[in-house]
């Protein structure tokens, strides 16, 4: 690892992301998340790499999808209508199994919105990031060297799982500046690329990269065949940090940026006597339900919040199972949760004094 440096957050990706081999970027600008690409393209010609401003987002991950396929590390960034207008692209990713790794710094939403910070994108990501029967990886990091680590985490799974990876961060992550050591080139981890198109010479079959087919029943067998690979995914790579769960009697549950202020709140209610804990998904998919689902166990019940109307809030009902009250406080539009609010929605849950 390097020494600590202090790094904005969308710089930090973009400089993780060539540390962890990616020599390839293919982008378009857009608020909050314009530094990862104005990063990329004052450092990719200094190191023999690609940068690459498309005409448009569609453009740009139908660049990354041939990247992928020829074997390389290849990344893109965006921010929340820019994701949705790559979404034709990264179904075409997924139904090619190609792995790469998607940035997307949220902002508000639906439409234009605003550029404030957002986790409003959570189904977008989760549930229909493109359309057919798909997954991403789906990373939520709630700190700038978190953030870094994550570019690594995304690279290796999506390579050994041969899945599209995305880091799901927001305005505020992508602008804040923390200090962070970087882990240095070698420490790649290495993945068969065999079936990458990168030329034959006549000594192997052709390799096609297609998400056509064209018989109902070869497209099924391939759906079925690339959920194992997804029921690998969640039994093997679920990532979620637990916080005082010990002893707590409430569980909230945050993930990104606002799980740093839910810690907050956390703090001033333990100093008030009431015990609460925190369960933050670092995967967002696959979703930790075990964790959750052991928490029934012995809390009495539990408190998601979000910077969205509640769109992670159906995923802890359903590891709830209705054992235990589910709760939501949250803030949409860009404005962000504070402690003194999370504190009193806590204490306003089944009489928590």
Known sequence: MSERVLVKGNEALAEAAIRAGCRHFFGYPIT????????????????GGTYLQAESEVAAINMVYGAAAAGVRVMTSSSSPGISLKSEGISYLAGSDLPCLIINIQRGGPGLGGIQPSQADY?????????????????????????VNLVFEAYDKAEQYRVPAMILGDGLLGQMMEPVSFPEEGEIKQHDKSWAVTGHKNQRKHNIVNSLYLKADELEKTVLDRFERYAQIEANEVMVEEY?????????????ATSRIAKAAIQQLRDQGVKVGL?????????????????????????????SMGQMLDDVR?????????????????????????????KAMGGAK
């Open 32 to 47: 909050p998340q314009t530094e990862v690409a104005t990063y990329m393209a004052r450092k990719m010609p200094k190191i």
């Open 244 to 256: 005082l769960m010990e002893d707590a009697e409430y569980a909230i549950v945050a993930f990104g």
């Open 318 to 346: 359903l590891a709830v199972n209705g054992r235990k009250p589910v709760e939501f406080f949250g803030h949409t539009g860009g404005i962000v949760p504070t402690p003194a609010e999370i504190v009193e929605a806590v």
């Open 123 to 147: 189904w977008q990501a989760t549930r229909a990031p493109g359309h057919g029967d798909l997954h991403l990886l789906v990373y939520a990091p709630n700190n700038v060297q978190e953030m």
């Open 279 to 307: 369960i933050r998904p670092i995967t967002l998919w696959p979703f930790p339900k075990e964790a959750i689902a052991k928490a029934c166990d012995k809390v009495k019940g539990f408190l998601t919040v979000e910077m």
